[in-house]
């Protein structure tokens, strides 16, 4: 932050426009207005830079003349990123609040672009008060007018990009027109901007946001003034580079945009770019620089789809889809995305729990619906995944054949290498918590979702233990909504129905009782539950309650009737995808003739 003396130049004119536009100001004639401007300095912020910080005492107003602020609310435990909740655009004042209640700043405040600011110090603005008594009931309406606007529901998502190829050889060019045309299909025009544009005023950049629905900045491969500029002014950074090549994964211009000691850091987002294959199996994660990212993106330039998904993703209108778990009723989850392709509905992210977090990561990697059939009858109809009983010391399965079957079907595949951005869950015993999982060995994770306490032996991760995800959190709504890209449709498995027992049996069978049925009665159900039932029950009915708030926060809401579905029929297989694909056509079509419907039809 810089303070210049003022001068009779452009900057001089924004002050004057914004003057007469201000609250504080605009009761004043002409005179007490050429008054006051000799009263007040001029601060440059470049992009970033903090104006003010939390806690700090209140020794000044301030008026925005060109540019954008930020006001950001710090999370209780300082852990999280501060929170963007107002902007502060041309006209417009900040710092009043602190400055009336004679009190410390509340909220940090920094430039989201390169600004022009003007400060009006603690003596001056009691003295303005003093000589013009209109000022401070102006003031106070404006005030008070703000306070009662509504806080939006959804996070501010970008609308300015900067995309930053890692290296000459990254066809940047070509990526930043097929990315215009996708953010052109979400909003009604956007503006690329290069290097000579370089000389422009503040006011000009703005100008350009405001005419526009999304601006690309495109930066230089290396840190030239214009990359800096470019760096300053955007939302989000949008790395890309070549997945085959071996360029170093953090470059000068990441980590200065990763620099401590700011009141906020800008969305970071890589974009690996595959010519005509997707990601080999464990080739993502050292392209992912330890973190810095926000998140990645797998893009074939080729394929359409990938362009228009991640534009999606990049501005908070995409679609994710969540899997509960639920035994084989979860087959029904192939049947709601068989009918969600069929409908144009996009899949742009995808998460889930046990067997919903298994038929989510077919959908992750991009399996066809002939494939995912093809594959989940073979895994789980042809060939019964739970047989490999053992002493039932830990579980009454060995789960030896499940994680076979896990890794066959997905290899020594990261999470990191899915095409679609995925997460799983499962309880961590030690912890207490359900863990959300985004990175690390696929198969893994995926055989600690399913292993329901005492069927299949806990998954054991840096002494930490790991069982079904359905334990804590059987249907993560709240998990995808975090990540705040846009509408999220939840499939629920009811669980109902699951267990019963005869109306005559009131005491447990011995087992002279059991061998008697088996011999003379095989023929006929068992009129008490099995053990294996009664463990997988009663490892979902803990989250229940819980599952019926993520109900309520699901945008679109998806629950296939299942209850004449026993939770451990694989042969009801067929049944359920039916179930899951009628019923998704039926809500899809509801959804579509609702007012934000068109949300979900973006493909």
Same mark, same amino acid.
């Given at each position: 932050?810089?303070?210049?003396?003022? =001068?009779?130049?452009?900057?001089?004119?924004?002050?004057?426009?914004?003057?007469?536009?201000?609250?504080?100001?605009?009761?004043?004639?002409?005179?007490?207005?050429?008054?006051?401007?000799?009263?007040?300095?001029?601060?440059?912020?470049?992009?970033?830079?903090?104006?003010?910080?939390?806690?700090?005492?209140?020794?000044?107003?301030?008026?925005?003349?060109?540019?954008?602020?930020?006001?950001?609310?710090?999370?209780?435990?300082?852990?999280?990123?501060?929170?963007?909740?107002?902007?502060?655009?041309? @006209?417009?004042?900040?710092?009043?609040?602190?400055?009336?209640?004679? =009190?410390?700043?509340?909220?940090?405040?920094?430039?989201?672009?390169?600004?022009?600011?003007?400060?009006?110090?603690?003596?001056?603005?009691?003295?303005?008060?003093?000589?013009?008594?209109?000022?401070?009931?102006?003031?106070?309406?404006?005030?008070?007018?703000?306070?009662?606007?509504?806080?939006?529901?959804?996070?501010?998502?970008?609308?300015?990009?900067?995309?930053?190829?890692?290296?000459?050889?990254?066809?940047?060019?070509?990526?930043?027109?097929?990315?215009?045309?996708?953010?052109?299909?979400?909003?009604?025009?956007?503006?690329?901007?290069?290097?000579?544009?370089?000389?422009?005023?503040?006011?000009?950049?703005?100008?350009?946001?405001?005419?526009?629905?999304?601006?690309?900045? %495109?930066?230089?491969?290396?840190?030239?003034?214009?990359?800096?500029?470019?760096?300053?002014?955007?939302?989000?950074?949008?790395?890309?580079?070549?997945?085959?090549?071996?360029?170093?994964?953090?470059?000068?211009?990441?980590?200065?945009?990763?620099?401590?000691?700011?009141?906020?850091?800008?969305?970071?987002?890589?974009?690996?770019?595959?010519?005509?294959?997707?990601?080999?199996?464990?080739?993502?994660?050292?392209?992912?620089?330890?973190?810095?990212?926000?998140?990645?993106?797998?893009?074939?330039?080729?394929?359409?789809?990938?362009?228009?998904?991640?534009?999606?993703?990049?501005? @908070?209108?995409?679609?994710?889809?969540?899997?509960?778990?639920?035994?084989?009723?979860?087959?029904?989850?192939?049947?709601?995305?068989?009918?969600?392709?069929?409908?144009?509905?996009?899949?742009?992210?995808?998460?889930?729990?046990?067997?919903?977090?298994?038929?989510?990561?077919?959908?992750?990697?991009?399996?066809?619906?002939?494939?995912?059939?093809?594959?989940?009858?073979?895994?789980?109809?042809? #060939?019964?995944?739970?047989?490999?009983? #053992?002493?039932?010391?830990?579980?009454?399965?060995?789960?030896?054949?499940?994680?076979?079957?896990?890794?066959?079907?997905?290899?020594?595949?990261?999470?990191?290498?899915?095409?679609?951005?995925?997460?799983?869950?499962?309880?961590?015993?030690?912890?207490?918590?359900?863990?959300?999982?985004?990175?690390?060995?696929?198969?893994?994770?995926?055989?600690?979702?399913?292993?329901?306490?005492?069927?299949?032996?806990?998954?054991?991760?840096?002494?930490?233990?790991?069982?079904?995800?359905?334990?804590?959190?059987?249907?993560?709504?709240?998990?995808?909504? %975090?990540? @705040?890209?846009?509408?999220?449709?939840?499939?629920?498995?009811?669980?109902?129905?699951?267990?019963?027992?005869?109306?005559?049996?009131?005491?447990?069978?011995?087992?002279?009782?059991?061998?008697?049925?088996?011999?003379?009665?095989?023929?006929?159900?068992?009129?008490?539950?099995?053990?294996?039932?009664?463990?997988?029950?009663?490892?979902?009915?803990?989250?229940?309650?819980?599952?019926?708030?993520?109900?309520?926060?699901?945008?679109?809401?998806?629950?296939?009737?299942?209850?004449?579905?026993?939770?451990?029929?694989?042969? =009801?297989?067929?049944?359920?995808?039916?179930?899951?694909?009628?019923?998704?056509?039926?809500?899809?079509?509801?959804?579509?003739?609702?007012?934000?419907?068109?949300?979900?039809?973006?493909?």
């Amino acid at each position: 932050m810089s303070i210049v003396a003022p =001068s009779e130049d452009s900057s001089r004119l924004r002050l004057r426009r914004a003057l007469q536009h201000a609250p504080l100001f605009a009761e004043l004639d002409t005179k007490s207005l050429m008054a006051v401007e000799r009263e007040l300095a001029l601060l440059v912020l470049p992009g970033g830079t903090p104006l003010f910080r939390q806690g700090e005492a209140a020794d000044a107003v301030y008026l925005v003349a060109s540019g954008c602020l930020g006001v950001f609310r710090h999370q209780e435990d300082e852990v999280d990123e501060p929170i963007l909740i107002a902007e502060i655009t041309p @006209g417009n004042i900040v710092g009043e609040m602190s400055l009336l209640s004679e =009190s410390e700043r509340t909220r940090s405040v920094a430039a989201l672009r390169d600004s022009e600011v003007w400060r009006l110090s603690r003596t001056n603005f009691d003295s303005l008060t003093a000589r013009h008594h209109e000022v401070l009931p102006t003031l106070m309406r404006y005030v008070a007018a703000r306070n009662a606007a509504p806080l939006g529901k959804r996070r501010r998502q970008p609308r300015t990009f900067a995309i930053l190829p890692a290296g000459p050889g990254v066809p940047a060019a070509r990526f930043a027109v097929l990315l215009a045309g996708a953010l052109g299909r979400i909003g009604n025009q956007v503006q690329m901007l290069g290097s000579d544009s370089l000389d422009e005023e503040p006011e000009w950049f703005a100008r350009c946001e405001m005419d526009s629905s999304f601006v690309l900045y %495109r930066a230089d491969p290396t840190l030239t003034p214009w990359t800096e500029l470019c760096l300053r002014q955007a939302d989000c950074l949008v790395v890309v580079r070549d997945a085959d090549s071996g360029l170093p994964t953090r470059l000068p211009f990441e980590i200065e945009a990763a620099r401590s000691g700011a009141v906020f850091h800008r969305r970071r987002e890589l974009v690996l770019l595959h010519e005509g294959h997707d990601p080999a199996p464990g080739s993502t994660t050292a392209a992912l620089a330890g973190g810095l990212y926000g998140q990645h993106h797998h893009v074939r330039l080729d394929v359409h789809s990938d362009i228009d998904r991640l534009g999606r993703l990049l501005t @908070g209108h995409a679609v994710g889809l969540v899997m509960a778990g639920g035994g084989a009723r979860a087959f029904t989850h192939i049947g709601v995305v068989k009918a969600m392709r069929a409908s144009g509905v996009p899949i742009d992210l995808i998460g889930g729990t046990s067997m919903g977090a298994i038929v989510a990561a077919g959908v992750a990697a991009r399996w066809a619906d002939e494939e995912l059939v093809s594959r989940f009858r073979r895994s789980f109809v042809d #060939t019964n995944p739970l047989s490999d009983y #053992t002493i039932p010391a830990i579980s009454l399965f060995a789960g030896r054949r499940v994680g076979r079957l896990l890794r066959t079907a997905f290899d020594e595949r990261d999470i990191e290498d899915l095409i679609l951005p995925f997460f799983c869950v499962t309880a961590n015993l030690t912890t207490s918590s359900a863990d959300v999982h985004t990175v690390g060995r696929l198969w893994r994770w995926l055989r600690a979702s399913v292993s329901i306490p005492g069927v299949l032996p806990p998954f054991n991760q840096a002494g930490e233990v790991h069982v079904d995800g359905g334990v804590i959190d059987n249907f993560p709504v709240r998990a995808m909504r %975090r990540l @705040g890209r846009g509408v999220t449709i939840g499939v629920d498995i009811d669980t109902g129905g699951a267990l019963a027992a005869g109306a005559g049996v009131m005491e447990p069978w011995s087992a002279w009782e059991f061998f008697r049925r088996l011999i003379w009665r095989r023929d006929e159900t068992l009129p008490i539950p099995s053990i294996v039932r009664i463990l997988l029950r009663s490892a979902l009915v803990a989250s229940t309650e819980r599952a019926q708030q993520d109900r309520a926060a699901a945008d679109l809401l998806i629950v296939p009737p299942m209850s004449h579905i026993d939770l451990l029929d694989w042969t =009801s297989f067929d049944a359920a995808v039916e179930v899951g694909y009628r019923t998704t056509m039926e809500c899809l079509e509801k959804a579509r003739a609702a007012p934000a419907g068109a949300r979900l039809f973006l493909a």
